[in-house]
């Protein structure tokens, strides 16, 4: 792959409904797992799973890394709402362009609810699910007491330009438990992105709360939960754990919201044995 700045820029799917939504294709002729990123300031696919899809990869799967539409190198535009529908609708005809009919998807905060949206939506799309706190669980003014969302509105509403302290410090004390994690290598991969970003799409958000449809769900399910979330708040464990019929759930102490990069190996592991074995 070909580098645009900080990131690897991969294939580009024209969607039937006119966007253009960037991804990342890596492996062939295994299962297909899709990997989805969360909301928030510079996101991008890799950026968000760059220290787990490649275990994917040498264990034999073809992994789908797409941006969101909005995030990333994928189209971002400012004329429409950014509905869980809209999402789904994306990601949907990015995977139809890439000629994948079934898959597991692995999604964490916006990317889970976004997965959820898809296993709900296209049932027969979707194999497995692995989710890392998922947003769509709570009401919002339950994730407006968060500390962690607290300070990412209080940043980013500010009007002020984003230095890469502040972007730092947003990481080490709204997103994680450990501050080691914050890399500056982090945060100049999600400055970059942030500098193509619009404000249109966080504003424009609107994601229902799926509680009363989790029982539809009919694929097996494996759930990671941050003890130490800022983000999430906890009342979307018991959403998952008294709705999904078919879970495994996974609470993880010294964890915040990106489990992947804080329990990286753990999670790598965890999920490939979820994959091989249900």
Request: hydrophobic share 40%; with cysteine.
């Amino acid at each position: 792959m070909a580098m645009k700045g900080l990131l690897p820029e991969g294939k580009y799917a024209d969607c039937a409904n006119g966007y253009r939504i960037h991804y990342l294709d890596e492996g062939a002729g295994g299962e297909v797992v899709v990997f989805l990123h969360g909301s928030g300031p510079g996101a991008s696919g890799y950026s968000n799973f760059k220290g787990n899809y490649p275990v994917l990869v040498d264990a034999g799967y073809r992994c789908i890394v797409p941006d969101h539409v909005g995030y990333g190198f994928s189209d971002k535009p400012d004329d429409v709402d950014h509905t869980l529908d809209f999402f789904v609708q994306c990601i949907k005809q990015t995977l139809d362009e890439a000629g994948i009919s079934r898959c597991s998807l692995v999604g964490n905060s916006l990317g889970g609810v976004v997965a959820i949206g898809l296993a709900l939506a296209h049932p027969e799309l979707v194999e497995k699910l692995i989710l890392m706190a998922p947003g769509g669980l709570s009401e919002m003014h339950e994730y407006q007491q968060m500390p962690g969302m607290q300070k990412m509105f209080q940043v980013f509403g500010a009007g002020e330009p984003v230095t890469h302290e502040v972007m730092k410090d947003l990481f080490a004390t709204g997103l994680m438990y450990d501050p080691r994690h914050a890399t500056d290598e982090l945060v100049s991969e999600r400055l970059q992105i942030m500098g193509l970003m619009n404000g249109h799409v966080m504003a424009s958000m609107k994601i229902p709360v799926l509680v009363d449809r989790l029982h539809e769900l009919e694929c097996p399910v494996l759930g990671f939960w941050g003890i130490n979330e800022r983000m999430m708040p906890e009342s979307g464990i018991m959403a998952l754990a008294k709705n999904v019929r078919h879970l495994q759930l996974i609470l993880m102490s010294e964890c915040g919201h990106w489990v992947m990069v804080e329990h990286r190996d753990l999670f790598n592991r965890q999920c490939l044995d979820f994959l091989q074995h249900g």
